[in-house]
């Protein structure tokens, strides 16, 4: 390795543990025998685990936001999954415009976004119903599920489909046998992205949860409150959650360096 | 479902985007514009006189783009870096650092502010860490200012900047880094003259990306902040939650759109129409 | 229910007729018409661009004609979509579904019929039998090598009892050896079946050695249509004889009782009389040359090949014809700058008007 490199690869280094050290530090915080937010904590016990499992409030949060999260994933797959294949092997007028609508909900603030929701879904007495909030983290969610179907679809080799017609398969068995089967890598990607998003989502949730909170939004009230180690844990679990569904992505799924471009 | 046969001269293949239009023209195109149209209340344009005239509020939007141009700048020292090694390395490497690129992008916003408030603290970890260690005596107010929220949000920021830069490296022909150094060029100038000039795209599409998110910060500054750091967002927050001021959060809105829609129009002119999807 | 015999498999008789198709300016498809024999193993050869693969394309039903028809045993089929046609297809990339095993491959065409599990089971076996694979049933695609991968396509294009096979291609990615054991494989499979089938190829050896008869296709028109023999050794036009084998090929004027002048002063005996003062073309292949008087060409050697079974040699004639020869490997290899001399039998010269 040339000096260059290796100065590249210790700035590197530095610049990991920066982006790590967060990551890291919530853990040994979490484990703190201390009854507030100390450092060094003086000893190692579970109580702030305990505290969250026992503590109703904070279940019924997470389980919200889990089943929303599903729930948007489903929502997401179902309306970005045909809008990729109108996007990819559509001949329309109006198909760029439809692939900056598709986008849109990137590229407009999220603040924005969510106080316009909220004073719609205030009018409509939505807020609150954890379908509203489906509804709004859908729309976060489809630029995600539209990105990485599109980078699928258009590395999908048509010769399959039409040897697949050519033996006497119509378009809807086709779909269903040859190319949705083997779209699933991304189909997984844009599904588990969905689902992320939506969990870890804080703006949209601020203001259209009402009481029944999700974890995010339950955690942010407690971070202006009180800095309890609670979250701390709370955490660690969001870190590990992130963790099994990246493995889950890296065994299952593809299709996130392709669209990254 | 009828034939599929490809006869059909016409346009097709629009009925599938449908729902997803639908949903995105009723819960995200309509409440946004409706929102807006609040900003005009009477007909007149008051509250934007309000939002661009007043010092105080001018101030707040002089405050954010000072944010954001800084929080860019530092991103892309400390992004260039990491896409440059992670598109340079062989594959298990190059594997490993996008985990942990990616493990911070997605772990939640809230996680990543709440660890830099216990980091950043009075009885922080870094605080506690120099003063034991008899560095300093007093503790260095990192937290709920100016400073906090800047190291918080270029750690949030700086996985956007690092996959675009990843993506432009990814895409230059190694035969022209072989080329010129079999020319004699030397790493540094190789650097200078080869790799900047034609990542610039991908610099480019970093930078864009993480100046108008930062623009739209909420969180960040929020917790961040201490009350201190008053950014867009979090005025227009307020203007809802508390002050229950609609036209005027409406009409911060619309300039920090309008703002936002500017710098990516200003982006896409100025970059060379290159290989983006 | 149908076997896979011989006896059963009603293959059917294609027509395609004055078939015309434009993408924009280009002229892809110019009035083609062809009838295909039932049970006769037909090859359209031609050159990349030539409209091959496109009417391929409109007899599979991926595209559709701006004029004419396509019938199959009478019932115009012109527009039908793709699966309702029933014609076995085998790709040039093997398009074998890479997330099903070789079994479920091959039973696709009969799921997609809605034929009982039983008898999908036992057609799949017998399919694979006769392409010799029998035993692969659980491999994936991409565990099999070229070849193989080649031979499930087959299977899967005539488990289903098509009445049609259209290859496309088939062997371009295969090497040489593997290639020529194929070709044979598909012509003892074809002969068995009785199957009326299309074969798409630009290699004419190919063609001559697999098809009953060759249309050898041009920007968009097919050139002739007849038999290997007939093509070979009397092709209709100066295309086809340069395409199809090697050839010496020369123009000139027929003159009365079985004469050609060329185009440089020589004269030719043919066999073949023809109207004086008609433009004709001249080919000779080059393997005909013998030792005889006849038509006689003396030349000085500008390049002489070796291989292997044979002689390959460029003479170049007093009067600068260029001639192209080719003799088995007997003795040495004449030396570049030798005098050599060659003769023709009159009715080994194929004359054909321009």
Redesign the interface.
């Known amino acids: 390795m040339?000096a260059?490199?290796r100065t590249?690869?210790a700035?590197?280094a530095v610049?990991?543990f920066?982006?790590?050290?967060?990551?890291l530090?919530?853990f040994p915080?979490s484990l703190s025998s201390a009854p507030y937010?100390?450092?060094?904590p003086p000893g190692l016990s579970w109580q702030w685990y305990e505290r969250y499992l026992d503590d109703p409030q904070w279940i019924d949060a997470t389980v919200r936001s889990l089943y929303i999260g599903a729930a948007t994933a489903v929502l997401a797959l179902?309306?970005?999954v045909?809008?990729a294949?109108?996007?990819v092997?559509?001949?329309?007028?109006g198909r760029g415009l439809?692939d900056r609508?598709?986008m849109?909900?990137v590229?407009?603030?999220?603040?924005?976004?969510s106080?316009?929701?909220?004073?719609?879904f205030a009018k409509l007495k939505l807020v609150g119903a954890w379908y509203g909030l489906v509804?709004?983290h859908?729309?976060l969610a489809?630029p995600f599920v539209v990105l990485v179907m599109?980078?699928g679809l258009r590395d999908f080799?048509r010769?399959?489909e039409?040897?697949?017609?050519?033996?006497?398969?119509?378009?809807?068995?086709t779909l269903w046998?040859?190319t949705l089967?083997?779209l699933r890598p991304s189909l997984v990607s844009a599904a588990l992205l969905a689902f992320?998003t939506s969990?870890?989502e804080?703006?949209v949730a601020?203001?259209l949860a009402g009481a029944n909170m999700t974890l995010?939004k339950k955690?942010?009230d407690n971070?202006?409150m009180e800095?309890d180690p609670t979250?701390?844990a709370?955490?660690v679990m969001?870190?590990i959650l992130?963790?099994v569904?990246?493995v889950l992505i890296?065994r299952f799924g593809r299709g996130?360096?392709a669209s990254?471009? | 479902?009828s034939s599929?046969f490809r006869t059909h001269k016409g346009?097709?293949?629009?009925?599938?985007?449908l729902?997803?239009?639908i949903?995105?023209g009723v819960?995200?195109?309509?409440?946004?514009l409706?929102?807006?149209g609040?900003s005009v209340e009477a007909g007149n344009l008051d509250w934007y006189a309000k939002a661009l005239g007043e010092g105080l509020y001018l101030q707040v939007f002089w405050n954010t783009f000072e944010i954001a141009i800084f929080v860019t700048f530092f991103c892309l020292l400390?992004g260039y870096?990491?896409g440059?090694?992670i598109a340079t390395t062989t594959p298990f490497w190059a594997?490993m650092g996008?985990?942990?690129?990616?493990?911070?992008l997605?772990?939640?916003?809230?996680?990543?502010?709440?660890?830099?408030?216990?980091?950043l603290?009075r009885?922080?970890?870094f605080n506690?860490l120099l003063m034991d260690g008899g560095v300093i005596a007093d503790p260095l107010p990192l937290l709920h200012n100016l400073t906090g929220v800047l190291i918080g949000m270029v750690?949030v920021l700086?996985?956007y900047m690092v996959?675009?830069i990843?993506?432009a490296v990814k895409?230059l022909d190694p035969a022209v880094v072989a080329a010129a150094e079999g020319l004699g060029a030397s790493?540094?100038r190789i650097f200078w003259r080869i790799y900047l000039p034609l990542t610039l795209n991908g610099i480019f599409a970093g930078s864009v990306i993480v100046f108008?998110l930062a623009?739209?910060f909420?969180?960040t500054p929020a917790?961040l902040g201490g009350g201190r750091v008053m950014m867009?967002?979090v005025l227009?927050?307020q203007q809802?939650r508390e002050t229950l001021n609609?036209p005027f959060?409406a009409a911060l809105?619309a300039v920090?759109?309008a703002s936002?829609?500017a710098v990516?129009a200003l982006a896409q002119r100025f970059m060379r129409p290159a290989?983006?999807? | 229910m149908e076997r896979l015999d011989a006896e059963e498999v009603s293959s059917a008789e294609l027509r395609v007729e004055d078939v015309s198709k434009r993408f924009g300016q280009v002229a892809a498809l110019d009035h083609v018409s062809l009838l295909v024999e039932r049970g006769e193993l037909l090859t359209i050869l031609g050159p990349s661009g030539s409209g091959k693969t496109t009417l391929l394309k409109v007899v599979?039903?991926?595209e559709a004609p701006d004029s004419g028809r396509v019938t199959v045993d009478g019932v115009e089929i012109t527009v039908r979509?793709?699966?309702?046609?029933?014609?076995?297809?085998v790709?040039q990339?093997y398009?074998l579904?890479?997330?099903l095993s070789v079994r479920r491959n091959v039973a696709?065409?009969l799921e997609?019929?809605d034929v009982a599990r039983a008898e999908i089971d036992r057609r799949v076996t017998d399919a694979l039998g006769l392409v010799e694979l029998a035993g692969y049933d659980e491999r994936l695609p991409r565990q099999l090598s070229g070849g193989q991968q080649q031979r499930v396509a087959l299977a899967?294009?005539i488990v289903?009892n098509p009445r049609l096979l259209l290859l496309d291609e088939p062997f371009g990615a295969l090497d040489r050896k593997l290639r020529e054991t194929m070709q044979l494989e598909v012509r003892r499979l074809q002969r068995r079946l009785g199957l009326t089938t299309i074969f798409i190829t630009h290699d004419q050896e190919e063609a001559l050695v697999l098809s009953d008869r060759v249309a050898v296709m041009n920007k968009g028109a097919i050139q002739q249509i007849a038999t290997t023999t007939e093509i070979y050794e009397r092709p209709a036009s100066d295309f086809v004889a340069d395409f199809v084998g090697e050839s010496n090929i020369f123009h000139g004027i027929a003159g009365a009782g079985g004469i050609v002048v060329l185009e440089g002063g020589r004269t030719l005996r043919v066999a073949r009389a023809l109207a004086a003062g008609r433009k004709v073309g001249v080919l000779i292949r080059p393997e005909r040359f013998a030792v005889t008087v006849a038509n006689q060409f003396a030349g000085e050697v500008i390049e002489a090949i070796y291989l292997g079974s044979s002689f390959k040699l460029r003479l170049r004639t007093g009067d600068g014809l260029s001639v192209i020869v080719r003799q088995p490997a007997r003795g040495k290899l004449p030396v570049v700058g030798e005098h050599v001399s060659v003769g023709i039998e009159p009715d080994e010269i194929h004359v054909f008007e321009l």
């Open positions: 040339t260059g490199r590249l690869v700035a590197c610049i990991y920066f982006l790590m050290l967060p990551l530090v919530v915080i937010m100390q450092f060094p179902a309306l970005g045909p809008l294949f109108s996007l092997r559509g001949r329309f007028i439809l609508i598709a849109a909900p590229i407009v603030p999220t603040i924005i976004l106080v316009s929701v909220y004073g719609l509804i709004a859908t729309v489809l599109v980078a080799d010769g399959l039409q040897a697949a017609e050519g033996l006497g398969a119509s378009r809807w068995r046998r040859i089967p083997l992320i969990f870890d804080v703006v601020l203001f995010p955690m942010f971070i202006l800095i979250i701390a709370v955490s969001q870190i992130v963790t569904v990246l890296g996130l360096s990254a471009r | 479902m599929s346009p097709r293949g629009f009925w599938p985007a729902p997803a239009l949903l995105l819960f995200f195109l309509f409440p946004v409706r929102m807006l609040y400390l870096p990491l440059f090694l594997t996008f985990i942990f690129v990616l493990l911070p997605w772990t939640s916003v809230l996680v990543r502010t709440y660890a830099w408030m216990v980091l603290g009885n922080g970890v506690r750690h700086l996985p996959l675009p990843y993506g895409r790493s540094w108008v623009l739209g909420f969180i917790l867009i967002a227009i927050e809802v609609w959060a809105s920090l759109l936002t829609l990516y290989a983006t999807s | 599979a039903g991926f979509p793709p699966a309702k046609r029933d014609i076995g297809m790709f990339n398009a579904f890479p997330h696709f065409p997609m019929r899967r294009a289903f």
